[in-house]
């Protein structure tokens, strides 16, 4: 059985950072990747990265978050900097085999929440 289990949500405030994790029970991903969904709003994919390192990144995040993945490809992190109140949210893990779309994907994390004060 696949599992994904996040790490490292809080609360902090307006302009510090926070690291989320993720590991996964296997490696077989291609894909990897984080989702946010805040209370009344859509689920929004943040950020994806590949097996071959290739990442691809929202609007709303590109240049203050940072998607990695650990060298074992069973872990995959996201630095958040520049932390806004607008991106408190559920933030979730996820994985694919082959790709990861706005959509969803094969596997997810039960999620780790992320509250940021102003």
């Known amino acids: 059985q696949v599992q994904l289990m996040e790490s490292g949500g809080g609360l902090v405030q307006a302009g510090e950072s926070l690291r989320l994790s993720c590991a996964a029970s296997?490696?077989?991903?291609?894909?990897m990747g984080w989702y946010r969904q805040a209370p009344g709003k859509q689920r929004e994919l943040l950020a994806t990265?590949?097996?071959?390192?290739?990442?691809n990144y929202a609007d709303s995040v590109k240049g203050r978050f940072t998607i990695s993945r650990g060298n074992a490809k069973k872990a995959v992190y996201l630095q958040m900097n520049s932390l806004k109140p607008e991106d408190t949210a559920v933030y979730y893990c996820?994985?694919?085999?082959?790709?990861?779309?706005?959509?969803?994907?094969?596997?997810w994390g039960k999620g780790t929440l992320v509250t940021v004060s102003s």
């Open positions: 996820a994985a694919d085999r082959v790709s990861i779309v706005p959509g969803g994907a094969e596997y």
């Open positions: 296997i490696s077989s991903f291609n894909a």
């Open positions: 990265i590949t097996t071959g390192g290739t990442t």
